[in-house]
């Protein structure tokens, strides 16, 4: 619960900024002078009130021995509606303000102001309700209401520059349009408050778009009742874009249609969920069960939406430094069988390129903006010359085009240790994440596989030494399968799949020296590429120790 | 005072270094070391005598080795001891 002091302070703030709308929109319709006087104080004591809940917040968070998730988000949730609040104040000193430009006050009258101020006025007073009750509806109304003052802002935006294009009054109309630009922000603050409402009762920050995405797709899989009754939680951040999240029924509840029970829910751009889902059909026809099922699509403009099946079990990340030895090998054992199988199956023998090199060219900024120093100079050291960065790329980018892999497979594409679960209970691997998948050169999932063991940043020797022994696996296996296809470059494509792993994995590395060591590595291995360009390629050596930790 | 810098960093293999080595033991030779990054050059002119150290270091499974050269450009004075002799006539 939220301290009696908070609650009460909040809902003074609440008054208050009431008060000062109704006072602004009396000033706007009589221009009553003491009436803006008394604005002015008002905006003051908001002021003040904001201080003090600000204040009352951190040292609520601060101080407590114990304090539940639910009431951190509630007190979260609070700070931003008081922010929020003495935003909309402000707006109305600001809006306010503007009157003294007008020259004939009746212009103003000719728009429609009042109903931004009724749509206003009606939210905010359930505000501290809502915040009390969780009642998800008027959260939501709350948050849509800043559409319907959009809307009625884009009318009366029409209208003036209607009115504007007939060239009379246009200084006068130019400070109503400032008016309305006012209330409009009025509106951003209200929706602001929604979202922090939103916040408090589902223990998430969602937006309302992603919301009405994550309410129309549970809708498409058979869920029939309030989505208070769902539990959301974020699992993932959103280093691809994409916001993702694990979606369940409060205890199993009846609602639910059973295949949604536990679902994940992943909204973001259009183009790589579509990407996405295109990728879990083709996955279910080469390989069913591998990858999670795929509920229910839904896509807007910008935006689209999916529902996969939450796959239990635990990642490889968690068995690699969590599990037991046995556990290890067997699972160890049952990847390779995996991916060789997925290799086998899906193998076609048309030559492929990697590009390699143009992936860390694409993802240089990304690494320069976390490492800026993480890009070689051209040097001399007596007469030996040290290639720059960007020469050593291009050399080795010529290099590679004319390289390809002799077959290609259906690559995972994003082959991390992440993305690959284990479920002991049935004793199989699936895979997820696959909006990257791809007929590719098999070696970049090795080398990702291989990049995403090293970059943890577990320095205990026993630990290492397990990462060490499941990249050696990984490398060994895929090794042999090049033999066995006759595919006489693989050293070479692996060191510029590494090369470009290592580079690119820095830029998730925020230890200076752990991914320097990585940065390090990878132009060692561009170096080596580069060295051999006058030996057949057949008979390029990868340095094994460069896997290792 | 100016000072000048040049940092170089990288892994290498055993063959690279060794390279890297004869280059410099090349330039100890002929007289002067040069240091070039992004174009901008630093010559070191080899002296008579140079300070030569050798520090090594075994820990935890960690080696450093560090060879470090270092010596003076700027020459003590030595005066000719008659001219510089005051002398005081009447």
């Known amino acids: 619960m939220l301290t009696a002091a908070l609650k009460e302070n909040l809902s003074f703030m609440v008054v208050e900024v009431a008060r000062q709308l109704d006072d602004t929109l009396d000033f706007l319709q009589n221009g009553d002078a003491a009436a803006f006087q008394q604005i002015n104080s008002r905006d003051d004591y908001i002021d003040n009130l904001k201080t003090v809940i600000e204040n009352r917040c951190f040292t609520t968070l601060g101080e407590a021995k114990t304090i539940s998730q639910r009431e951190r988000d509630r007190i979260q949730a609070t700070h931003t509606i008081c922010v929020n609040l003495e935003r909309i104040g402000d707006f109305c000193v600001s809006a306010a303000d503007q009157l003294h430009y007008l020259n004939k006050h009746a212009i103003l009258q000719h728009f429609d102001y009042q109903q931004i101020f009724d749509i206003l006025a009606e939210h905010l007073q359930v505000v501290i309700p809502v915040l009390e009750k969780g009642d998800m509806g008027q959260a939501l109304a709350i948050c849509r209401a800043e559409n319907q003052i959009d809307v009625i802002y884009k009318e009366n935006f029409d209208k003036i520059m209607e009115e504007l294009r007939r060239g009379k009054e246009i200084e006068n109309l130019i400070t109503v349009l400032f008016i309305f630009r006012y209330l409009e922000r009025m509106g951003d603050s209200l929706l602001n408050i929604g979202e922090a409402l939103l916040l408090s009762i589902l223990g998430e920050k969602i937006k309302i778009e992603q919301f009405q995405a994550l309410e129309e797709t549970l809708s498409k899989s058979g869920l029939r009742t309030s989505l208070a009754e769902v539990e959301f939680s974020s699992i993932l951040g959103s280093r691809s874009g994409c916001r993702i999240s694990k979606v369940q029924g409060n205890g199993g509840l009846p609602f639910l249609a059973p295949q949604t029970q536990s679902s994940i829910f992943k909204e973001g751009n259009r183009e790589k969920i579509l990407t996405e889902k295109k990728n879990l059909e083709r996955w279910n026809e080469i390989f069913p069960d591998l990858t999670p099922r795929l509920f229910s699509y839904q896509e807007s403009e910008e935006t689209a939406s999916l529902l996969v099946e939450f796959l239990p079990g635990r990642t490889l990340e968690a068995i690699i430094l969590k599990g037991d030895p046995d556990e290890l090998h067997t699972v160890c054992m049952l990847l390779h069988a995996t991916v060789l199988e997925i290799w086998t199956r899906t193998k076609k023998t048309t030559p492929i390129k990697a590009n390699f090199i143009p992936q860390i060219m694409a993802r240089m900024h990304s690494v320069l903006s976390v490492h800026p120093d993480f890009h070689r100079a051209s040097q001399d050291i007596g007469s030996s010359e040290v290639m720059a960065t960007d020469e050593l790329l291009a050399k080795c980018r010529k290099i590679e085009e004319e390289l390809a892999a002799p077959f290609s497979v259906f690559i995972h594409g994003d082959f991390n240790v992440n993305n690959i679960i284990y479920n002991a209970e049935r004793e199989r691997i699936q895979f997820i994440d696959l909006y990257r998948s791809r007929e590719a050169d098999y070696i970049q999932d090795v080398s990702v596989f291989i990049a995403s063991n090293f970059r943890q940043p577990v320095f205990q020797e026993h630990l290492r030494e397990r990462l060490n022994w499941f990249t050696k696996g990984m490398y060994q296996m895929a090794k042999n399968f090049a033999v066995e296809q006759g595919d006489e470059t693989f050293e070479l494509r692996m060191a510029l799949a590494l090369a470009r792993s290592f580079y690119t994995s820095t830029r998730f590395e925020l230890n200076n020296d752990f991914a320097n060591e990585m940065f390090l590595r990878s132009h060692f291995l561009l170096e080596k590429v580069l060295a051999h360009q006058d030996k057949p390629w057949q008979t390029f050596s990868l340095p094994s120790g460069i896997m290792y930790y | ?90």
């Open chain 2, 1 to 90: 005072m100016s000072t000048k810098k040049f940092d170089y960093e990288s892994l290498q293999d055993a063959d690279s270094i060794k390279t890297y080595l004869v280059s410099l033991t090349d330039s100890i030779e002929k007289g002067r070391i040069i240091l070039k990054s992004n174009g901008e050059k630093m010559v070191m002119r080899v002296d008579d005598l140079m300070k030569f150290s050798v520090q090594a270091k075994k820990k935890d499974g960690i080696n450093k080795l560090s060879i470090k050269l270092s010596w003076s450009e700027i020459k003590p004075v030595i005066k000719d001891q008659r001219s510089s002799t005051m002398s005081i006539e009447s």
